[in-house]
């Protein structure tokens, strides 16, 4: 049997753009016949998959999925929203929110587990799936929450479908309370930190570093007043009060209901529940969120077409 070196597998990744372990499972296959793994990588469909893995995926679809005590969120990209919009796309989506309630909720975790319809990974099933649909697509984000008793409510914005859309919220309640109220309340929790993007659920747990930053803002503005360090300080510290008022979900005014703060809101909604409510975690995933996308140059494109 040949023996496959480094220098064959880095070869073949050249010439095929396939991953590293994959060029090696494919010369093995083949006894190191280099034309052959070529051939084997696109019979399975790998090659034609990773040469699109460069492309930029930030369009595709956010899911969210509930199982008892559990909820999960996931967002799976693609390249165009045209793409979102299909059939095979949502069910995959939808498929790997449910294979998510049965992890951590780590992207990891979920890319590794086993995808029912396949008998494959997850990562392998969207790999299978870029070779049939012929875009890139990625497993960027996942989050899962659990409550000992309680609920963990769930809100899809721009719905694309039933668990689907642009923008996913969970939200978890700790408590023992009416299972109907609580998930009243959690879904227009979720809604609410689907529109004003909280930091953190308490003023104490919002980032330290965030906190340093805007309070270092303050000063620097403060001082430009000329006024005294001792009143400055004072000022700073009013600034930094009505910060954490803003950025903090429970201080926060509910958007449902501005009278009140969103910690009022669930305040209230103990006396229906018949019994004490604590928001225990949070989870908001935006879709394309932080990706740069890449931007093209239609006319540039037309014209190098043109050249032939």
């Known amino acids: 049997m040949t023996e496959i070196t480094a220098a064959m597998v880095k070869e073949l990744r050249e010439k095929s753009g396939a991953g590293m372990m994959d060029c090696k499972k494919a ?57 979102a919009r299909n059939d095979a796309f949502q069910d995959l989506i939808r498929g790997i929110a449910q294979v998510a309630l049965t992890t951590d909720g780590t992207v990891d975790a979920v890319s590794a587990a086993t ?23 990625t497993l960027r984000r996942s989050a899962a929450l659990e409550v000992p008793h309680g609920v963990v409510a769930t809100y899809i914005h721009n719905a694309a479908g039933d668990g689907i859309g642009k923008l996913g919220v969970l939200v978890a309640l700790k408590s023992e309370g009416d299972k109907a109220v609580l998930n009243s309340i959690g879904r227009q929790v979720a809604m609410h930190i689907a529109a004003t993007n909280p930091l953190a ?65 669930v305040k209230a909604a103990e006396k229906e529940a018949g019994a004490s409510i604590e928001v225990t975690g949070m989870v908001r995933l935006l879709l394309g969120e932080g990706v740069e996308k890449e931007e093209s140059d239609f006319a540039a ?8």
């Open 27 to 83: 010369l093995a296959e083949t006894n190191g016949d280099m034309e052959a793994a070529i051939d084997w990588l696109r019979a399975k469909g790998i090659a034609k998959a990773d040469k699109k893995s460069g492309r930029t995926a930030a369009e595709g679809l956010v899911g969210v999925a509930t199982m008892g005590h559990k909820a999960v969120v996931v967002e799976l990209n693609s390249e165009t929203d045209f793409v």
């Open 115 to 137: 995808y029912p319809a396949t008998g494959k990974s997850v990562a392998d099933s969207i790999k299978d799936a870029i070779a049939t649909i012929g875009e890139n697509m």
């Open 201 to 265: 659920i308490r003023a104490e747990e919002v980032d330290a570093a965030v906190a340093e930053r805007e309070r270092n803002v303050f000063i620097e503005q403060a001082r430009e007043s000329g006024k005294p360090e001792a009143i400055i300080e004072k000022m700073v510290d009013g600034r930094m009060r009505k910060f954490f008022e803003e950025v903090a979900l429970l201080s926060q005014a509910f958007v449902i209901n501005p009278d009140l703060t969103v910690g009022d809101a």
């Open 301 to 308: 494109e037309v014209a190098a077409v043109a050249k032939g």
